[in-house]
């Protein structure tokens, strides 16, 4: 479904990304796991284009970008089939939830607004907020503005949703209540990356770890081989101060 191959992408001449290879099945789940400032981020960015690589290759579904070479047609369409959950979720603050789920329906994928509001209605009980459709991101914590983040990312074509630190800004009580929408996702094997520091959540719900480190995956595998039986030391010690806190 998703595959990266040497994917680079440096800010004012410095490496952030060097040579990050993966690839993702569809239906699994991927977590991307490493210290701040290593480029996690930069490289969910790098998927839709919101940031663009230097160079690389992204395959997503049938289509096959060269970063290089990226025109604004592949751009257009890598977006349509990703979407993206953000760490401090980015919902329109003068629409309604109903409005912010319904919105890329209606100016991306050009549904008709009753389809639209039909569907919105549907993806907010899911995540359990049907009793909150009429409200504004302003009336509702943060862990059900982050609900509404992923209902709106639910919404579209996408065939990979991409969540960022999908539970790093909020309270502490509040992380529960999203982190069981992504399970619920996971357990219907949509496929998803994630980049977060849950490092528990993240062994029970991915298929496969990546480690990331100075610009490379520097660690690979299944959260078996990522929590118990990795050889590297760093990837050792960097779970266990993340699972410490
Ligand atoms: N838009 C940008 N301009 C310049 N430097 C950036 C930009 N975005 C990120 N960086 C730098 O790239 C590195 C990786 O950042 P980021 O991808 O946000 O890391 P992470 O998500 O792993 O914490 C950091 O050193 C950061 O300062
Ligand atoms: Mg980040």
């Given at each position: 479904?998703?595959?990266i191959?040497?994917l680079?992408?440096s ?9 990050v ?8 789940v991927?977590?991307?796991?490493g ?13 839709n ?14 289509l096959?970008v ?17 979407a ?30 009753l ?14 907020l ?8 302003r ?16 919404g579209g ?27 619920q ?12 520091h ?20 520097a ?6 081989e ?11 010690r ?8």
């Amino acid at each position: 479904m998703l595959e990266i191959s040497h994917l680079k992408k440096s800010y004012n001449g410095q490496p952030v990304l060097r040579d990050v290879n993966l690839t993702l099945a569809q239906g699994e789940v991927m977590a991307i796991i490493g210290p701040s400032g290593t480029g996690k981020s930069t490289l969910l960015r790098c998927v839709n284009f919101l940031e663009r690589p230097e160079s690389g290759t992204i395959a997503l579904d049938e289509l096959t970008v060269d970063a290089a070479r990226a025109t604004q047609a592949q751009i257009h369409a890598l977006r349509r089939r990703t979407a993206m959950v953000f760490q401090n979720y980015n919902l329109l603050r003068n629409l309604t939830a109903l409005e912010n789920v319904m919105e890329p329906m209606v100016t991306v994928q050009r549904l008709p607004r009753l389809q639209a509001r039909r569907r919105a209605l549907e993806l907010l009980d899911k995540v359990g907020l049907a009793d909150k459709a009429d409200f504004y991101p302003r009336r509702m914590s943060g862990g059900q503005q982050q609900r509404v983040g992923i209902a709106r990312a639910m919404g579209g074509d996408a065939k990979v949703i991409l969540l960022d630190e999908p539970t790093s800004s909020l309270d502490p009580e509040l992380i529960g209540e999203v982190l069981a929408v992504i399970r619920q996702l996971a357990e219907e094997h949509t496929t998803m990356v994630i980049v977060t520091h849950e490092m528990k959540f993240a062994r029970e719900v991915a298929d496969k770890m990546i480690f990331l480190e100075d610009g490379v995956a520097a660690g690979e595998g299944t959260p078996e081989e990522i929590f118990e039986r990795c050889g590297n030391e760093r990837i050792r010690r960097f779970v266990r101060r993340v699972m410490d806190q």
